[in-house]
C-alpha cells in the first residue's frame, strides 16, 4: 500500500550539475599543496628529489586547469562522463608524484583515496566503481614499482615491509569503505531532499487553493459596493426613462445583469473577506473535505465520527492548515488506491486529543516494510499491486506523514488481520491501517466558528 511517484523524480543527473569552476578550484588547491610539500621535503628536509620531474606532474596539473579555464566558461556545468575523466587525470597525476617520491613510504600516499570520495560524493555508482577500482590498482603498482627516497646523504628512505603491506591494505580498504560510506549516505540526502521538495510542492499547491477561497470570499465583499451602486444609479434612471422606450430598456437591461452578478458572487462563496469559515472548520469538516475528492472513485468511504458529547465534549473546531487538509487526503488515497471495496475514515476526541483512523479492507503493508513506512523512495515493486496496477515507492506515504507531523501529530503504521487468499470484499477493516493522534490544543482553533453577528450598511 504505498503511493507511486515514479514519474515525480527523473534518473538522478546529479553528476551534471558540478561546475567546471568548482573541479578547477578544487585542483588549484592541490597544486598548492603538492608544491609546498615539495619544497619543503627538498629544502627543510633535504630529500634528494627529482625536481624537474615533480614540477612536470605539479605543472600538468596547472596547464590542465589553465587551458579548461581558456577553452571553457568557468560556469560550465560538466557531464558525468567529463567529470569522470577530470578525476581520473587528478588520480593518476597524483600517481605519478607518489612514484617519483616513494610510493606508498610517502606519507601523502593516503590521498589517493580523495578523487574516489570526490566521485562518491557527486557521481552515479558506475563512475564510482570505476575511478575506485583504478585507485586500488594504482595503490598495488605503488607498493612495487616507485623511486626511493633518499637523502642528500644517499640514505634511502623506506618502512619495514610489513608496515608498507600495512599501508597498501590501510589505503586499498579506506578506498572502498569511504566510497561506500559517501555513497551511502549522500544517496539518502539526496533522496530526502528530492522528497522533501516534493511535500513543499504538494504544501504550495494546497495553500494556493486555500487561498483561493479567502479571494473568492473577498472579491463578493469587495465587488458588493460597486454592484449596489450600479443597481441604484439603474433603478433611478429606470425612473427618469419611462417617456423613452428606447432607452428604458437599457437602463432595465443594466439592472438585471447586476442583480445577476450579485447572485454569482453569492453562490461563489460567502460574504465577508474575513469570514472564518475559511480559516476553520469542525472535525467532521476537514475529513469530508479530504475525503470528498476521492469519493467517486468506486470505492465506498464510510466515516465514523465519535460521539464525544456524551462526555460533555464538543467536537473539536480544527485551524484549517494547508498540511491537515492534504495529509488527510493523501491518506485517504492510498487506501482508496489499495482498498478491496471499503475504507473507513474513523474519528474520537477527549479533552486533551484527537485521533483519525483511515484503515481499509486491502491487502495491508508489506509486512518487511511495516519499520520503514514514511521513508521516501523506499523503492519500485515493494509490495502487491494496487488496483491501477502499480506497488509504489512511498513518497505519498512520506509527503502525508511530513505534512502531518508538521501540525504536531503522531502518525503510526499497522496491519488488520485480513486472510490474504480471499478475494472478496470485507465488511470490517482488515487491511492497512494508519492511525493519526494529535495533542488538541496543536490543532484547535480557539476563535469561535461562526463569530459574533456582524452589523452591514447598505
Not at 140 to 150: D, N, Q
Not at 180 to 207: G, H, I, K, P
Not at 269 to 289: F, V
Request: hydrophobic share 45%; net charge negative; proline share 3%.
Amino acid at each position: 500500500m504505498l503511493e507511486s511517484n515514479q514519474d515525480l523524480f527523473p534518473e538522478s543527473n546529479r553528476g551534471e550539475w558540478i561546475r567546471l569552476r568548482t573541479m578547477i578550484f578544487i585542483r588549484w588547491v592541490a597544486i598548492s599543496g603538492q608544491l609546498t610539500a615539495i619544497i619543503i621535503a627538498y629544502k627543510y628536509f633535504e630529500l634528494a628529489l627529482d625536481l624537474g620531474l615533480c614540477f612536470f606532474a605539479v605543472g600538468l596539473s596547472a596547464l590542465a586547469n589553465i587551458i579548461s579555464s581558456f577553452f571553457y566558461p568557468e560556469s560550465k556545468r560538466l557531464r558525468e562522463l567529463e567529470n569522470v575523466f577530470m578525476i581520473l587525470f587528478d588520480l593518476f597525476q597524483l600517481a605519478f608524484l607518489l612514484f617519483l617520491t616513494g610510493g606508498l613510504n610517502n606519507p601523502f600516499s593516503f590521498l589517493l583515496i580523495a578523487p574516489v570520495v570526490v566521485s562518491a560524493a557527486a557521481l552515479k555508482k558506475r563512475s564510482t566503481v570505476i575511478i575506485g577500482s583504478a585507485a586500488v590498482l594504482i595503490v598495488t603498482l605503488l607498493s612495487y614499482y616507485y623511486l626511493p627516497l633518499e637523502n642528500i646523504s644517499g640514505d634511502t628512505l623506506t618502512i619495514p615491509d610489513i608496515f608498507l603491506f600495512g599501508n597498501w591494505i590501510a589505503i586499498s580498504t579506506g578506498i572502498v569503505f569511504l566510497a561506500f560510506y559517501s555513497t551511502r549516505v549522500t544517496s539518502e540526502l539526496n533522496t530526502m531532499s528530492d522528497a522533501l521538495f516534493a511535500t513543499q510542492t504538494a504544501l504550495s499547491r494546497e495553500q494556493k487553493l486555500t487561498d483561493l477561497g479567502g479571494v473568492v470570499a473577498a472579491a463578493a465583499h469587495e465587488l458588493g459596493t460597486p454592484l449596489a451602486t450600479i443597481k441604484l444609479t439603474s433603478s433611478e434612471l429606470i425612473e427618469e426613462l419611462k417617456n423613452f422606450p428606447e432607452l428604458l430598456d437599457d437602463a432595465l437591461l443594466i439592472r438585471d445583469q447586476a442583480d445577476r452578478c450579485g447572485n454569482i458572487l453569492d453562490s461563489m462563496g460567502s460574504a465577508g473577506k474575513d469570514d472564518l469559515q475559511m480559516h476553520q472548520a469542525l472535525l467532521a469538516e476537514i475529513i469530508r473535505e479530504a475525503a470528498e475528492p476521492h469519493s467517486q472513485r468506486g470505492i465506498a468511504i464510510e466515516t465514523k465520527i465519535s460521539d464525544g458529547h456524551k462526555g460533555g465534549i464538543d467536537e473539536p473546531n480544527i485551524v484549517r492548515r494547508p498540511e491537515i487538509i492534504h495529509g488527510l487526503r493523501n491518506m485517504i488515497q492510498n487506501a482508496v488506491d489499495f482498498a478491496t471495496a471499503k475504507v473507513w475514515v474513523e474519528s474520537s476526541w477527549t479533552k486533551d486529543s484527537i485521533v483519525i483512523t483511515i484503515s481499509d479492507d486491502g491487502y495491508g503493508y508489506p509486512q518487511n516494510l511495516l519499520g520503514r513506512l514514511g521513508d521516501p523512495f523506499l523503492g519500485t515493486k515493494v509490495g502487491k499491486e494496487n488496483r491501477h496496477g502499480y506497488a509504489g515507492m512511498g513518497l505519498g506515504l512520506f509527503i502525508a506523514k511530513t505534512l502531518l507531523e508538521r501540525t504536531g501529530a503522531k502518525i503510526s503504521f499497522a496491519n488488520g488481520h485480513r486472510n490474504q487468499t480471499s478475494n472478496h470484499s470485507q465488511s470490517e477493516p482488515s487491511g492497512a491501517i494508519v492511525e493519526i493522534y494529535w495533542p488538541r490544543k496543536k490543532v484547535e482553533s480557539s476563535s469561535n466558528l461562526f463569530g459574533e453577528n456582524q452589523k452591514f450598511s447598505i
